[in-house]
């Protein structure tokens, strides 16, 4: 069965200070992994997008990792901000690498960056 | 949330009516989506349509309908047979690469409750 789990469920940090969130999968055939922003009441916003060959993609103070041999990848934040406060969605793509893609998501990490 | 609208925001139905959401987009894209998210849950698929006038059940179509009769414009609509219809409901699009990855671009989302 294809999953997606991450890891924390929540967490609370204070601004200014950087934090991991942990995404392993269970995802066949593996096209790419993606990370996305949500804040509360609002649609997820893309961060991040990497296929197999790529183990790491950078968007300002937000660093993905991908390691495809253990099947995980980490999101790292950097000075965060309280901006940053938000659920992070962990997303993989199964199947072919171009067309209709089916996509398997994770439940995020509730980030809460406190002043 | 791009060029992709949804409404309304909120949304109250009595049980036993079907009732309609809109989603529309100005990205020219090909491909629309439709979503469900529930606390606690990830995102899951609930129809998909690759080209206009043509659509897809997703996961958990049952109880849903779809129309794709314009490119910007795919409504969906909850009916009655739709036992747990009260979730927030989110749109997407993607340009529909058939050369990549193809990154869906998520609108603000609908909030349905059915009283």
């Known amino acids: 069965k294809n999953q997606v789990e991450q890891s924390p469920q929540s967490l609370i940090i204070l601004e200014g200070k950087n934090c991991t969130l942990q995404c392993n999968y269970t995802v066949s055939p593996f096209s790419n992994l993606r990370w996305y922003k949500q804040d509360t009441g609002r649609g997820p916003v893309s961060l991040t997008i990497m296929t197999f060959s790529e183990n790491t993609k950078s968007n300002g103070r937000y660093t993905a990792t991908l390691d495809a041999d253990t099947k995980q990848s980490s999101l790292h934040i950097t000075a965060s901000q309280l901006s940053d406060s938000a659920s992070y969605i962990c997303?993989?793509?199964?199947?072919?690498?171009?067309?209709?893609?089916?996509?398997?998501f994770g439940t995020g990490t509730r980030l809460l960056v406190s002043p | 949330d791009g060029g992709i609208t949804q409404s309304p925001k909120y949304l109250f139905r009595k049980e036993g009516q079907n009732v309609t959401l809109s989603c529309e987009q100005n990205l020219n894209h090909d491909a629309m989506y439709w979503y469900r998210q529930d606390p606690g849950q990830g995102l899951r698929l609930i129809y998909y349509?690759?080209?206009?006038?043509?659509?897809q059940k997703g996961d958990i179509a049952e109880g849903y309908s779809v129309s794709r009769e314009k490119k910007e414009s795919f409504p969906l609509t909850v009916t009655s047979a739709q036992k747990n219809p009260t979730a927030f409901y989110l749109c997407?699009?993607?340009?529909?690469?058939?050369?990549?990855?193809?990154?869906?671009?998520f609108g603000p989302g609908t909030r349905l409750t059915v009283l």
């Open positions: 349509s690759q080209i206009v006038n043509d659509f």
């Open positions: 997303v993989v793509s199964a199947g072919p690498n171009t067309g209709f893609q089916k996509l398997v």
């Open positions: 997407a699009s993607s340009i529909g690469s058939r050369a990549g990855p193809d990154t869906q671009y």
